[in-house]
């Protein structure tokens, strides 16, 4: 076995951290490779709840190195926190590890996404608040802080001291807002910086180890192929990229070596955050899929925005990451309905659309083509192979693999570990 990359291929929130914790115990390693604590990664065992923002899904087997790569964002103090808890719940992090090349969101990032957004008012994206884009303008801008430079306080300060005179010229004359004291930051990170210490590490030699004795690596995708900064729905996207391509360049692992790329699709489709949703459910069948589902951020704790399954886009994420397995998650929450549809393509000013198109405004108000299928009407819930499955349920997963362009080799009922229907193992042999 070797490298598995594995990404969502929706609007982010279709069941990653799920797929990642259940494939953990067969890989080495798990590498998270962009995204920030703007990602929420449930994973439930014996029905117990356990949320990842920042630490590897795999963190669950001890036996798995759990990596943050170096083009994830890290808040340290959000990544504290995130550990008292999974500490408090008798998890223990010995086999996690930071790469001293992470960005790190610093104060006043969260406070200019908040005050971004803001600013555009009806434009708005939509964001978690989380600092996440201006942490990302900041590394690309070469003024950001890395997870390594906690490590060196005077080259803290002095570059502090720079960049925080840029910071509080834009908070204090463009939005009138309050400066940022370059002491008080100072004193709080160097603070984190013996906290964290212990899970810093060139992860170039960890990894380039693991691929030269080719031992299996998992790589965990955040967000989704459409909230990709350059293939997703621009501007409503993240700033990073969440596809089969960022996570090479967020991991040091070149495209040369990965082997499979697993894409986790829900049975529909949902959306946190504003932005074009051709196959968008509004009215009680929405609501009812939302509340089925849970639909709730686990990040912010806002409604999702739920609709049909897009082939359209799936499609669009097969072809343009190679995924060559598709995970289906929450098929169980189809069950009661009676004529479900899958959108097979736009029409949009005349003209029909087999992929999501660039213009969003043309994305916006298009209108989607559906193929209807009839619902099982049965509880998929205690199925535990693919034969198990209502025939209707299992026509409607053929179609999704057939439209899609990839095979479904892995079918989810329900939130536990046990509610997966195995068909063929996604990993690479
Ligand atoms: P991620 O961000 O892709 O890891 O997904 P989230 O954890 O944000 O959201 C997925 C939600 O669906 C979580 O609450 C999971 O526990 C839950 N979930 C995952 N798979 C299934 C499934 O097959 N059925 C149901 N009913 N819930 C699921
Ligand atoms: P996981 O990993 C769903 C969305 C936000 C917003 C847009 C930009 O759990 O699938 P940002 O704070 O990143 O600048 O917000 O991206 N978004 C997500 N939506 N799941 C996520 O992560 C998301 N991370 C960001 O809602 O629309
Ligand atoms: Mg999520």
Redesign the pocket.
């Given at each position: 076995m070797s490298v598995t990359i594995l990404i969502?291929g929706q609007w982010?929130?279709?069941?990653?951290?799920?797929v990642i914790d259940l494939l953990a115990d067969r890989v080495s390693m798990v590498v998270r490779s962009q995204g920030g604590n703007n990602?929420?990664?449930?994973?439930?065992v014996n029905g117990r709840?356990h949320?990842f923002h920042l630490v590897p899904?795999g963190i669950l087997n001890p036996a798995t190195l759990c990596v943050i790569g170096h083009g994830v964002v890290v808040d340290p103090r959000a990544f504290l926190q995130e550990l008292d808890l999974h500490h408090a719940d008798g998890i223990a992090t010995d086999n996690l590890v930071i790469s001293e090349r992470a960005h790190m969101v610093m104060p006043y990032h969260p406070v200019l996404d908040k005050l971004g957004e803001e600013l555009r008012g009806d434009d708005r994206l939509g964001t978690t608040f989380r600092g996440i884009g201006p942490a990302y303008e900041d590394k690309v801008r070469r003024i950001g802080f890395r997870i390594g430079d906690l490590q060196k306080p005077a080259f803290l300060e002095k570059k502090l001291r720079f960049v925080l005179r840029l910071k509080n010229e834009t908070l204090t004359r463009l939005y009138g807002a309050e400066p940022f004291d370059e002491s008080a930051i100072l004193d709080e990170y160097l603070g984190y910086a013996e906290l964290i210490d212990p899970y810093i590490r060139d992860i170039y030699p960890i990894i380039q180890d693991a691929l030269q004795r080719r031992r299996p690596i998992l790589l965990e995708g955040?967000q989704g192929v459409m909230l990709d900064i350059d293939t997703g729905t621009y501007p409503y996207v993240t700033s990073s990229s969440p596809t089969a391509g960022g996570a090479c360049t967020g991991s040091g692992i070149p495209p040369s070596r990965i082997d499979k790329t697993i894409g986790?699709f829900k049975a529909y489709t949902t959306r946190v955050g504003y932005g074009p949703f051709p196959t968008e459910l509004v009215g009680e069948l929405g609501d009812f899929i939302r509340e089925t589902?849970?639909e709730y951020?686990?990040t912010t704790g806002r409604a999702r925005r739920v609709g049909w399954y897009d082939a359209a886009v799936a499609r669009y994420a097969v072809a343009t990451n190679g995924i060559d397995s598709i995970v289906l998650?929450?098929?169980?929450?189809l069950d009661t309905l009676d004529r479900i549809r899958i959108c097979t393509g736009y029409r949009s000013k005349g003209e029909l659309w087999d992929h999501p198109m660039a213009n969003i405004s043309h994305l916006k108000h298009c209108d989607a083509i559906y193929e209807e299928l009839p619902g099982w009407k049965a509880s998929t819930r205690d199925c535990r192979s693919f034969d198990d499955l209502p025939p209707a349920c299992q026509a409607y997963v053929q179609r999704v693999g057939e439209l899609s362009g990839a095979e479904v080799d892995v079918v989810?009922?329900?939130?536990d570990r046990e509610?997966t229907l195995v068909r063929s193992l996604p990993l690479a042999a």
């Open positions: 969502g982010g929130d279709e069941g990653k951290g799920k990602a929420g990664h449930t994973v439930v709840e949320r899904s955040a986790v589902g849970g951020g686990t998650t929450k098929v169980d929450v989810s009922v329900g939130p509610h």
